[in-house]
């Protein structure tokens, strides 16, 4: 067997997502450690994997693309920041390399400067993306402000017109930066995000048709692998046992992008409605925060035995938290903030698993309207989670993983 050494993004909507992964490759008989969020470090430990903590710099760079003022904008302050972290996960990924000696590498999308080191280190490496990667892909419209699909050749002209409008901000920012840490690497440029992304010999992406759009054209080397939801392991609170209502779940984002709002208008909308509102806050529950009889407000409650049980989730469309509501088969109605979201929000829309809220129409009535609208999208859920069982999940990543890296000298995968 191997030891097989992961890198995440500060995020824990990135690393939650290629936990079941790492899992899977331990169970397996491989080596596997990850080096990730200093507060996850006794987590990771905990469930059998070896874990170590980042450079405290990548940690204290933040998004702040919540703060723009519209999609180009936010795109380009993402790439701002991923660039920025670069400058310090190359290098600490290459002292991880020093410590644990692996065989195979398993590298975050949004980890820029590590991708670059991971190439450099002449080591046989995976990508991860625990979200759809911003690829080119006949058929699909250009990645960010979650344009429809439109079919035939009209739609292909309208998406080579829009594609260098969307990503032309991303790629000025991007291009430099990425050709500066290349270039201390000593590797060439590369002429366009799409050739960035795809370096490494397997790209596994956390998501499945029919949520995703068809990618005939992506080829053998990206590989979708389901929703990878996971969450650690906790105890069921008594009090949502005793939950006799339709349960509706409200989630917003684990890395701060000022989405409160979307709990406060779920929790106005839905006050006098015959469910019971359970909405989770991860990066804090303001003190002022109205909660009426028929809602409890939490930190953090495990999303999994709520699911279990809701009728319809209420997301902020991040797609850790989408997708683990839809491999339940429970519908979702989602309200895009920024990030991938736009584009999560249409796919739930375009696959009929659910409902899209603008953000600007954000209002309690529209949002009770939507609501209800999603719940009877059970079917086009129970069809999503029905597509991620057939990606065939981590085992299929596992498998394509030791496929494509089997042992054929000291540096490879047995």
């Not at 903590?53 to 904008?73: F, K, L, P």
């Not at 991938?340 to 409902?355: K, M, P, Y």
Request: with cysteine; charged share 20%.
């Amino acid at each position: 067997m191997s030891t097989i050494l992961a890198y995440t993004s500060p995020a824990l909507g990135h690393l939650f997502p290629m936990t079941p992964l790492l899992l899977e490759l331990r169970s397996r008989g491989h080596r596997v450690h990850v080096r990730t969020l200093a507060g996850q470090v006794d987590r990771m430990q905990s469930l059998g994997l070896e874990a170590s903590a980042m450079d405290s710099r990548v940690e204290a760079i933040e998004n702040t693309d919540w703060r723009a003022g519209n999609a180009r904008a936010a795109l380009a302050g993402a790439v701002a920041t991923f660039t920025a972290r670069g400058a310090y996960d190359g290098a600490d990924l290459e002292g991880a390399i020093g410590e644990v000696a692996p065989d195979l590498l398993v590298v975050d999308i949004n980890a820029w400067g590590a991708l670059v080191a991971a190439e450099a280190s002449g080591l046989p490496f995976v990508t991860f993306s625990p979200y759809t990667p911003p690829l080119r892909s006949v058929g699909t419209p250009p990645f960010g402000p979650g344009f429809k699909p439109w079919p035939g050749p009209i739609g292909w002209l309208r998406d080579a017109l829009l594609r260098p409008v969307v990503m032309g901000a991303a790629e000025k920012v991007m291009g430099p930066r990425i050709a500066e840490l290349r270039g201390a690497k000593g590797l060439a440029p590369v002429r366009d995000a799409d050739a960035f992304f795809r370096r490494a010999p397997l790209l596994l992406v956390a998501t499945a048709e029919p949520f995703e759009y068809h990618h005939e054209d992506w080829g053998e080397d990206i590989m979708m692998i389901g929703a990878c939801a996971w969450e650690p392991p906790t105890e069921t609170p008594a009090w949502l046992e005793a939950l006799e209502q339709p349960i509706v779940l409200v989630t917003t984002s684990s890395e701060f992008q000022d989405d409160g709002v979307l709990v406060r208008t779920a929790l106005e909308a839905l006050a006098e409605e015959p469910v019971s509102v359970v909405a989770t806050m991860p990066a804090g529950v303001p003190d002022d925060l109205v909660v009426p009889a028929n809602a409890r407000v939490e930190r953090f409650v495990p999303h999994g035995p709520v699911l279990e049980r809701a009728a319809v989730a209420v997301t902020h469309g991040g797609m850790g938290g989408t997708q683990k509501a839809l491999a339940h088969g429970v519908p979702v109605c989602v309200v895009p903030f920024g990030r991938d979201q736009l584009e999560v929000a249409r796919r739930v829309e375009v696959s009929g698993s659910g409902t899209r809220l603008p953000k600007a129409r954000l209002d309690a009535a529209r949002l009770r309207e939507a609501v209800h609208a999603a719940m009877g999208c059970s079917e086009g859920a129970r069809a999503v989670a029905a597509g991620y069982q057939a990606s065939g999940g981590v085992a299929a990543g596992a498998d394509a993983i030791e496929r494509r890296f089997a042992r054929s000298d000291a540096r490879g995968i047995s």
